[in-house]
């Protein structure tokens, strides 16, 4: 069974603190590794995509890397702020993938204080 | 705004009732899904459309669900004799292509069962 986990379930982290967010994976065939932000209350929205070939993508502050050979992938926030507090999800699809088959994560709520 | 819309963005209803819920995808996207996420979870799949046609359905909707798209356009979600574990927060995605299409989620539709 596909399956996607996250750790830590939550964290608090201070402003202006870098923080990492773990997601490990197995589902097969891979096709690409999504993680979404979503704040409390709306829809999630897309940070990164990455396929098989690529380690590592940024947006902004949120750099995500990405190792198919352990399926691990990890989200780090750089230099926190108030807004960065929301749920990250990652979300991982197969080759066959068409949103039926995409897997989430339960997410990982991050809650940074001033 | 040329995103997803969702409407009704908030529904308290009670037990027993109707209800029914639109999503207006983005408009060159052929593809819809929706998701069905209660509180501290990742979103779980419902069913996915390619233009009018409804290609899968989780098993997760029961009889009591039935989604329809009938132009390719809008799609609407309705839920019969609604009971308090429908209480969720329903989203809806709509992309365009295959699997590595970016998924993009409206703000969803929290139902609230009484």
């Known amino acids: 069974k596909n399956q996607v986990e996250q750790s830590p379930q939550s964290l608090i982290i201070l402003e202006g603190k870098n923080c990492t967010l773990q997601?490990?994976?197995?589902?097969?065939?891979?096709?690409?590794l999504r993680w979404y932000k979503q704040d409390t209350g709306r829809g999630p929205v897309s940070l990164t995509i990455?396929?098989?070939?690529?380690n590592t993508k940024s947006n902004g502050r949120y750099t995500a890397t990405l190792d198919a050979d352990t399926k691990q992938s990890s989200l780090h926030i750089t230099a926190s702020q108030l807004s960065d507090s929301a749920s990250y999800i990652c979300?991982?699809?197969?080759?066959?993938?068409?949103?039926?088959?995409?897997?989430f994560g339960g997410g990982t709520r991050v809650l940074v204080k001033p | 705004d040329t995103g997803v819309s969702q409407d009704p963005r908030h529904k308290i209803t009670k037990r027993g009732q109707n209800v029914t819920f639109r999503c207006d995808p983005i408009?060159?996207?052929?593809?819809l899904y929706w998701y069905r996420q209660t509180l501290g979870q990742g979103p779980e799949f419902l069913t996915y459309?390619?233009?009018?046609?409804?290609?899968?359905k989780s098993r997760l909707l029961s009889d009591r669900f039935s989604a329809e798209r009938p132009k390719g356009s809008f799609s609407t979600l309705e839920i019969q004799r609604t009971e308090q574990g429908d209480s969720a927060m329903y989203l809806c995605?709509?992309?365009?292509?295959?699997?590595?299409?970016?998924?993009?989620f409206g703000e969803g539709s929290r139902l609230t069962v009484l």
């Open positions: 997601c490990n994976y197995t589902v097969s065939p891979f096709s690409n």
């Open positions: 408009s060159e996207h052929n593809r």
């Open positions: 979300v991982v699809s197969d080759i066959k993938a068409a949103g039926n088959k995409l897997t």
């Open positions: 990455m396929t098989f070939s690529e």
């Open positions: 995605a709509s992309s365009l292509g295959p699997n590595t299409g970016e998924l993009f």
């Open positions: 459309f390619q233009n009018e046609a409804q290609l899968e």
